[in-house]
């Protein structure tokens, strides 16, 4: 307000100085005209009496000077004329007579000077002109001739003349100014207004609020420098506020250091034992050497930081070729073999129990019973009586590798394993037994089809504790025990009392090894032809999806996804090129090596249909791949597209947020996966809606840098604060408090 006031004194200021100037200076120029011409019209009437009669004054008579006087003043305009013979002696009509002694010096310079001259003067009042002419007398003396004219009309027509042009100029210069300011105040002022807002808004947070788009062109430059601005003290802000929360919360944040004290705490010196069927290290034959490789298992990802953190004993089948070849006497090998950290106790099973306790009822009984995938499990008794023996021998080893402890603590892992923990308490009633289940658990209907559901289930509550990466599985396994058993499920406290016996059943969302040590370390990024030009591919935009080649992992959606992101945005093609890993996994059973095939052929068919030079839309890497090799491909690619049908958790998803330490790309995310209740800054999709996948895709390639980096940011605090020591943790904390 006290701006527009000011702005309207100083313009109305304004106005009145630039009105005053003009008017002045055409009222200067009109008088100089109107002088100009009264002088030169006197002075050709001088003239023209002369040119008319030369002697006209030397015959005036004296008496009849008034009369020639008013027909001069009538003819010419004249006020009056005296003539002049010398000093004394000055003849003129009576109405200038009180003006010659205004002449007198003139008319002697006149004379002098043989010369007419002219000149303005005031008397009484009023302006007049005087035009002197000089005229010799026929017998030798000169006289002059003096003629007046009135020029008071100059000044009053001037005066008018100033009046009117000031008020036309400064009416015209108000209009002017008065239509500026509102152009001002509506057009330019609003629009400023508008970005003050935003700009307001961007400091205290709430950009989102307003639109900040104004309509003018040439306040474009100030909204991209403030847009500029606000991103970079967006990012900046984000970047401290994550700091100070991460700062706040690195006393709660866990890492292999505390987790060890932790548990020296918890065991008091007791052991600890996990049991999985897969191995952590298999030895392999490679020509006349032997390799270490680490399976394709989230299983082992999760399990061993926590074996590396606290020793500690790990039982496993041994499946490699060479791990015979490895072990001591007593079938044990340090592991990691580069730096060991702990004990890997190998378990050898026959061809037989290979065949019908891991293939048969593990991978084509409990495997798709439990993943609600659409493929239909099998129930063979020979592979329930080896899955039986199998449990029995494991339970075995345990008890043989505890024979001298009380209270072991004993950590079993996955599907693998039901009946362990009831064969191990049974022999052991005070060892602290888990087990973690790592795969989904489905409601009570599905389940039921099982012929050996209360044996597992009866099984499995053998344990204190039973673990699910969600409450939601959780859940659908007390309503199984509800439905099935003989028994009474607890809802309040989540557990189930059975025979005098209580199990807890609790969620524990699994993780990997991430802490504030690795928060800002990460792989540079590589161009994606830089990183795919060993396989002749070349590309601007990459996507990377891990995965063993299972049915559940919806590969076979995500391809159906990718060829119809491409129908749907051509501009990509030639562009975009999608990796996926994938390590081919049990591979002897039917609707595995299915699964391969239809891979193949879906990445054969999409390839085929968008040919283009040095490029393909799917490059499939079908092998077993490490770590480190996958590593550059998470730093480097756009986004990561994990598509599960159904997944316990999927920590390839965690490990790619984990590793962009740049806060930049974008995860997407199956709905289906245990991973979508943490990780919201996922792009979170039905895998089975390939429409809604494809358009994801597009989202995830031109989401801005902004919104990037506050999902990465919020995705990667979740996982370091629940890491895998967390979980670790909070597990063993679980089962150490269970009487
Ligand atoms: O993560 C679930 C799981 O079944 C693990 O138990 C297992 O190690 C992993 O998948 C891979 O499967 P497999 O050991 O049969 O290759």
């Known amino acids: 307000m006290r701006f527009t006031i000011s702005f309207i004194f100083s313009i109305i200021f304004a106005v009145t100085l630039v009105a005053f100037g003009f008017a002045f200076y055409q009222s200067s120029t009109e008088k100089k005209q109107l002088n100009s011409e009264l002088e030169l019209r006197t002075r050709q009437v001088a003239k023209e009496i002369f040119h008319n009669d030369t002697l006209f004054f030397e015959k005036i008579d004296p008496n009849n000077i008034n009369h020639l006087a008013d027909s001069l003043n009538k003819q010419y305009n004249l006020l009056g004329f005296a003539i002049y013979y010398n000093y004394d002696s000055i003849l003129s009509n009576s109405s200038v007579r009180d003006l010659i002694n205004n002449s007198k ?23 007049l002109y005087q035009h002197i002419r000089p005229t010799k007398r026929p017998y030798g ?146 020509g006349k050497d032997i390799r270490c490789i680490v399976p394709a298992s989230g299983m082992i990802t999760a399990m061993e930081p926590i074996l590396k953190a606290c020793s500690g004993l790990w039982i496993a089948s041994g499946t490699g070729d060479a791990d015979r070849e490895t072990v001591n006497k007593h079938d044990k090998v340090e592991v990691p073999p580069e730096d060991p950290k702990y004990t890997l106790r190998r378990l050898w099973l026959t061809k037989q129990e290979e065949n019908h306790f891991y293939y048969g009822f593990s991978n084509e009984g409990l495997w798709p019973l439990c993943h609600i995938a659409h493929t239909r499990p099998t129930f063979r008794n020979d592979d329930w009586l080896d899955y039986k023996k199998v449990n029995e021998d494991f339970a075995r080893a345990v008890l043989e590798e505890t024979k001298n402890e ?11 394993f039901a009946l362990l923990p009831a064969l191990i308490k049974k022999e052991k009633p005070k060892a602290k037994v888990a087990i973690f289940w790592h795969i989904p658990w489905p409601n009570p209907e599905s389940f039921g089809i099982c012929p050996w559901q209360r044996e597992i289930l009866d099984g499995m509550l053998g344990a204190d504790l039973i673990g699910f990466h969600t409450q939601y599985h959780c859940n659908h396994f007390l309503e199984t025990v509800n439905n099935a058993l003989e028994s ?126 040095n490029w393909k839309a799917i490059l499939l890497l079908k092998r077993h791949h490490s770590h480190k090799e996958i590593a550059p ?107």
């Not at 991103?231 to 100070?244: D, G, L, T, V």
């Not at 009380?406 to 693998?416: A, S």
């Not at 990377?544 to 990509?572: H, M």
């Not at 599960?644 to 997407?668: C, P, T, W, Y």
């Open 633 to 739: 491909y998470y730093s480097s690619a756009d986004f990561c597209m994990v598509t599960s049908l159904h997944d316990g958790m999927n920590l390839v998803a965690k490990e790619f947020v984990a590793s962009r330490s740049q806060n930049d790309g974008s995860l997407i995310l199956s709905r289906f996966a245990g991973a979508s209740q943490e990780l919201q800054g996922a792009i979170i999709v039905n895998p089975y809606d390939v429409e809604k996948t494809a358009d994801a895709i597009k989202t995830a390639l031109e989401m801005t840098k902004e919104e990037q980096n506050q999902r990465m940011m919020q995705m990667r605090l979740v996982i370091v604060r629940h890491n895998i020591y967390s979980w670790a943790a909070t597990l063993l904390r679980t089962m150490a408090t269970i009487n």
């Open 105 to 127: 010096v003139y008319i002697y310079q006149s004379i002098t000077a043989d010369t007419s001259l002219g000149n303005f003067f005031k008397a009484g009042g009023k302006k």
């Open 406 to 416: 009380e209270q072991p603590f004993i950590l079993i892992q996955d599907f693998h």
């Open 488 to 613: 009474m499920v607890l809802w309040e406290n989540f557990s189930v009392k059975k025979g005098g016996r209580t199990t807890y059943v609790k969620p524990f969302p699994i993780s990997i090894a991430f802490t504030l040590k690795d928060y800002d370390i990460g792989l540079p990024k590589i161009k994606p032809s830089q990183l795919l030009s060993e396989y002749g591919v070349h590309a601007h935009f990459l996507g990377i999806g891990v995965d063993r080649i299972d049915y559940t992992k919806g590969i076979v959606e995500k391809f159906l996804a990718i060829e119809r992101f491409l129908e749907k945005n051509p501009s990509y093609i030639g562009k975009f090129t999608f990796v996926q890993v994938g390590a081919p996994s049990r591979t002897q059973l039917k609707s595995y090596s299915d699964t391969i095939s239809s891979v193949e052929n879906e990445t054969n068919r999409i390839n085929l249909r968008f040919k283009a030079k």
């Open 141 to 286: 003396s000169t006289k002059a001739v003096i003629f007046y004219s009135d020029a008071g009309y100059i000044d009053k027509l001037i005066d008018s003349i100033w009046f009117r042009n000031f008020i036309g100029w400064f009416v015209q210069a108000l209009l002017v100014s008065l239509v500026t300011l509102i152009l001002i105040r509506w057009g330019i002022f609003r629009q400023i207004n508008k970005i003050v807002a935003w700009a307001k808004a961007v400091r205290t947070g709430n950009s989102g609020l307003i639109k900040p788009q104004p309509h003018l062109d040439f306040l474009d430059p100030l909204h991209k420098e403030i847009e500029s601005i606000a991103s970079a003290m967006n990012e900046a802000k984000a970047s401290a506020e994550q700091e100070a929360r991460l700062r706040t919360s690195a006393e709660a944040i866990w890492t292999p250091e505390r987790l060890k004290v932790e548990m020296e705490n918890l065991l008091h010196g007791k052991k600890m034992i996990v049991v999985s069927n897969r191995e952590p290290y298999m030895h392999i034959h490679d």
